[in-house]
Structures are given as C-alpha cells and as structure tokens.
C-alpha cells in the first residue's frame, strides 16, 4: 500500500521562514500502530525520499493520541526567497503520497 490510502490527512506548511513541518494524519490509532510497528515510516525513510541527510529531519515522532505523525525539516531555501517555489510549504507533502508502506498486523 502506499501511505495516501491509508492516512487520513496528509499536509504540508511552514514552521516559520526556514522549516517546513508535515503531520500525517490516521484514521485511527489501530492503523497508526501498524504503521509504526512495520518500521517503513521512520526519519530515515523521510530523509532518503527527500534526498537530506537524516540530520535534516526535526522532531520525528508518533502522537498515538492524536493519531498522527509528526516532524519538520529544513526548507532549501527561506520563505520567499529567490529560488523559493513555496513561499507557504503547503506542496512539500507531495512525495510522501507515494511512499510504499507494508502494513504489520
């Protein structure tokens, strides 16, 4: 499966000028579980689709009350910017929509 159909929400946005933060959202705790216990959506796996050193990765957690994921990174470029193409982070999700995810029961 891959993580758009299994996540609820999948989102992107600033952290202020120099970090974009995303939340990964489950349908429910059971499901956010799985993931977690199948070890595919880790800091590292984020930092290989990005092409970023794991380093770039901040505060990667799972919020099981909250059903979530959680974690920013540096942005290549400041909030607007020259060569900014996001000005609000808003499409930085995008390659996590792909991301194969095996699923533990």
Known sequence: MILSEIARVIRSKNAGPFLVTFDIIFPDEETLDRVRRS???TSQTVAR???VSANEILDF???PMARAV???MYRPHPSGARFDTDVYGAQQHAPLLTLPVSMVS
């Open 61 to 63: 957690a799972y919020y």
């Open 70 to 72: 959680k974690f920013s």
């Open 39 to 41: 070890d595919t959506l």
């Open 49 to 51: 689709l990005y092409g």
